[in-house]
């Protein structure tokens, strides 16, 4: 077992599926019930799941969305405007300016995956206070709500993944867990169950309050005027490709890179983990977020740092950044799971798709298949 791996504590009720306790659950309220783990300390089964079957709740109410027309006008002017970016981009621009876009693109993203996601969100690793003010710069410039909000909203999509209270419920189809949801009013789910979430470890980070508190000021500063004046000014870059490419198309790239974690990710790709829920293995995802794209892993086991099972940093560039801290001792108490664990849950739930404990063998019959899935035990 690697060093940092963690299994369940052994004091965890290792309830049956079946039990009397599952049949009390599937009682209660479906939108107060919870579907998802969050922390380890949310498992309540051996294989880090919740004891109850979740599927029934794992769906969206028939009502009319309430559109939000700002919103619309300004996601419409963000888009047209980075389509004119990206042409200027392969036009007009600068190389300069092109590799200055990447390089916010790259940060920014780290922001959100290295600090919002798998630091502040998630708790799956702890960083000191230098690492946190990097971090928290990062996701300024990639401006998409300050961590503590993106941290708490993505909380009760772990918790309560797939239901009304989830902010970017994936049953209501693609274009609402892409972009949809910013487009029309929170159900009342989200913001009820956003109240009701602990948060007091977000709280207790000043770093953290500190971005929030000073957001507005912050954020247009980091994510609009200095991306805008640095090619302007440094290298006499035009201010229309300034703002167009290093601003805009860089801003809204990202942003849709991002969106796809909440709807390719839990539409498209293997489920070797879980093959009951949604979200999904998703390569080309985990390459253009630096590995938030192996998410059937991250919804079944949320509190790894990796947000994959394998340590290696191919496609998981935020990994290694996070490992890269940690030599340097600024980032500590990286959380894994033990591989027995991760054993016992893709023998139990997968898809028979994981490349130890899958099937495995693409020369295999259907035939064969349907004989090694049913063989009868007690017949030998």
């Known amino acids: 077992m690697p060093p940092n791996a963690v299994g369940l504590p052994d004091t965890l009720s290792k309830v049956p599926v079946d039990s009397d306790l599952t049949k009390e659950t599937n009682m209660e309220d479906e939108s107060s019930k919870q579907t998802g783990v969050l922390f380890e300390g949310d498992v309540e089964t051996a294989d880090g799941a919740l004891a109850t079957d979740t599927f029934l709740f794992k769906k969206a109410e028939d009502r009319q969305l309430q559109w939000v027309w700002r919103n619309i006008l300004l996601f419409a002017y963000v888009h047209f405007a980075a389509l004119y970016g990206g042409y200027l981009m392969l036009a007009k621009a600068k190389y300069a300016t092109v590799l200055f876009s990447a390089a916010l693109y790259v940060v920014g993203m780290l922001g959100i995956t290295g600090g919002a996601h798998r630091l502040w969100a998630h708790r799956s690793y702890k960083a000191k206070w230098p690492m946190r003010l990097i971090l928290i710069i990062f996701n300024t410039i990639a401006f998409q709500d300050a961590a503590y909000h993106w941290a708490r909203d993505h909380r009760v999509h772990h918790k309560y993944s797939e239901t009304d209270a989830d902010p970017h419920n994936a049953t209501r189809g693609f274009f609402f867990s892409h972009v949809g949801w910013l487009l029309c009013k929170k159900h009342p789910d989200v913001v009820a169950k956003g109240k009701g979430l602990d948060l007091s470890d977000l709280r207790a980070d000043p770093i ?25 000014y440094f290298w006499n870059e035009s201010l229309l490709c300034s703002w167009f490419v290093s ?46 794209g192996w998410h059937n892993y991250h919804h079944v086991f949320p509190w790894d740092y990796k947000t994959a099972e394998w340590g290696n940093y191919n496609l998981n560039m935020t990994t290694a950044f996070i490992d890269l801290f940690a030599k340097i001792g600024w980032a500590y108490d990286l959380k894994s799971v033990a591989p027995d664990t991760i054993e016992r849950r893709v023998k139990r739930t997968g898809d028979g798709t994981h490349e130890l404990w899958g099937w495995g063998d693409k020369d295999l019959t259907a035939e064969d298949a349907r004989d090694v899935l049913f063989v009868d035990k007690k017949s030998e």
């Open 208 to 232: 953290l309050m500190f971005q929030k508190k000073h957001y507005y000021v912050l954020m247009p500063l980091a994510c609009f005027i200095l991306p805008t004046v640095i090619p302007f």
């Open 247 to 292: 601003t805009m198309f860089r801003w809204c790239f990202q942003l849709n890179m991002t969106w796809l974690v909440n709807s390719a990710a839990h539409k498209f790709g293997g489920r070797p983990y879980d093959q009951t829920i949604n979200p999904s293995q998703n390569a080309t995802v985990s390459a253009v977020t630096f590995g938030e």
